[in-house]
């Protein structure tokens, strides 16, 4: 049996709802030995107005949905996708399902495919798909090299401005990073990042530029009062220490700005006594660090008729340990870096959970997908149930974890400002012109 509706009412009680006690703030409830807690939640129009135990007194005799026990989630944060990208698998299947396959084969898309038309037809696909699955905020990487950043940025605007109220969407670049070392690019590029509300971002592979590249994003962070946002180490090679590279800028700047660090997969592959250092100096500068557990484990120790010998993410638990804030996302979704995917942040959870163990105990591991994020991100009042914040919740007819983890929890009621929003996803057949390879069919 699903869902009851919610009530009609704009004042309406949610009763006798399992919520993860790490994402609630400002009352005492009383966990299971899995942190969870029943609570009565009371939702008045687009506000949060009460968390209560449950079973307690309702002097106003409000309607109410008993939720027989099922999970009631803040709604999710993204802090790490690549919506200009999205869903060009169709038509640009990666080769081999390598790195470099993926690097060619977009590139290559890139430079036939990505219009204005094109670059919006697929976001806005991907931002329904994430606003049905429970998404509030996203933020995404454009692709900003000279042939596309006056294309995709203006596309990202407007559908900035276009979805306010549904999902708030972050913008970053993405370049490689000895890109930046000349002038005329980091110029007209920073032009166009201020036009557009966008933060710097790039790729930092192991390039002659590399640490130049570091010095002037902080450099220009510090002068502009940005944030900012790294690809790093998104490989198995051990002697690959951007990481720490960064790190070590954040602290000569005596950096402010929040700075949030993707992958940092080759973390896993150091001397122990190399990880200690890294990790003790990521958490001396304050970083974040975003792993992508579905992306990388795709692309990491891809071998031709071989089976992977290691699952691709960073150090999230010895992270953890340290105070570094870490949370897990999407990243690629149906295009050559990702071949799978529909921005469904329970799906990543779910997958970051039996992929980086985060079980026995759960603990405050549901805040890698809300509350976490929503702070690195910039809306620490996000991704949190707490009296008088936003009523934007995810239910869902799981009661304990193993129940939550097992299915794709496709039933789920999302609501937004108070009311259940209509959760049916896009259909793939609209991409279809769009995508058909040349001389084909999607």
């Known amino acids: 049996m699903g869902f009851a509706r919610l009530p009609d009412s704009r004042r309406y009680r949610l009763t006798n709802a399992t919520v993860p006690i790490s994402l609630v703030e400002g009352v ?85 495919h990505w219009s204005a038309e094109d670059v919006r037809a697929r976001m806005e696909f991907s931002l329904r798909c994430a606003f049905a699955h429970g998404t509030r905020m996203i933020r995404t990487h454009i692709d900003s090299d000279p042939q596309q950043y006056r294309i995709s940025w203006p596309v990202f605007a407007a559908l900035r401005a276009e979805w306010a109220g549904r999902i708030e969407l972050q913008g970053a670049a993405l370049v490689a990073i000895d890109w930046l070392l000349d002038d005329a690019n980091y110029n007209d590029l920073s032009r166009t990042l201020r036009a557009h509300g966008g933060m ?21 962070a510090v002068e502009h009062g940005l944030d900012l946002d790294f690809h790093a180490d998104e490989t198995a090679d051990p002697a690959v220490r951007t990481l720490a590279l960064i790190a070590e800028a954040a602290i000569r700047h005596r950096f402010r700005g929040r700075v949030l660090v993707g992958h940092c997969c080759s973390l896993a592959r150091q001397p122990e006594e190399v990880i200690d250092r890294t990790l003790d100096r990521v958490a001396e500068a304050g970083l974040a660090v975003v792993s992508l557990p579905m992306c990388n484990m795709y692309l990491q120790d891809r071998r031709a008729e071989a089976t992977p010998r290691w699952r691709g993410v960073t150090l999230l638990h010895e992270m953890k340990a340290r105070g570094i804030p870490v949370m897990v996302s999407s990243d690629n979704t149906r295009d050559p870096f990702y071949a799978y995917g529909d921005l469904d942040a329970l799906e990543v959870y779910t997958q970051a959970t039996r992929i980086l163990h985060l079980d026995h105990p759960v603990g405050d591991w549901p805040r890698a997908i809300a509350a976490t994020p929503a702070e690195v991100l910039g809306r620490p009042e996000l991704g949190r149930l707490a009296a008088g914040g936003g009523a934007d919740l995810v239910l869902l007819r799981a009661r304990s974890w193993t129940e939550l983890l097992s299915r794709p929890q496709a039933d789920r009621i999302v609501v937004r400002n108070g009311r259940a929003i209509d959760t049916t996803l896009p259909d793939y057949r609209e991409l279809d012109a769009l995508l058909a390879p040349e001389g084909g069919k999607a």
Not at 90 to 97: H, Q, V
Not at 102 to 109: E, K, P
């Open 28 to 112: 005492e409830l009383r966990p299971d030995r899995d942190g969870l807690a029943l609570a009565d939640l009371t939702i008045d129009g687009a506000t949060l107005v009460a968390i209560r135990p449950a079973g307690s007194p309702d002097p106003d005799g409000l309607p109410a949905l008993d939720l027989d026990r099922g999970m009631v989630w803040p709604a999710f944060i993204e802090a790490h996708t690549h919506l200009d990208k999205g869903h060009i698998w169709p038509r640009a299947p990666n080769p081999d399902g390598s790195f470099d396959g993926a690097l060619s084969t977009v590139r290559a898309d890139k430079a036939a």
């Open 200 to 220: 710097l971002g790039a790729v930092t592979y192991p390039v002659a530029g590399l640490e130049a590249g570091i010095e002037r994003m902080f450099r220009h």
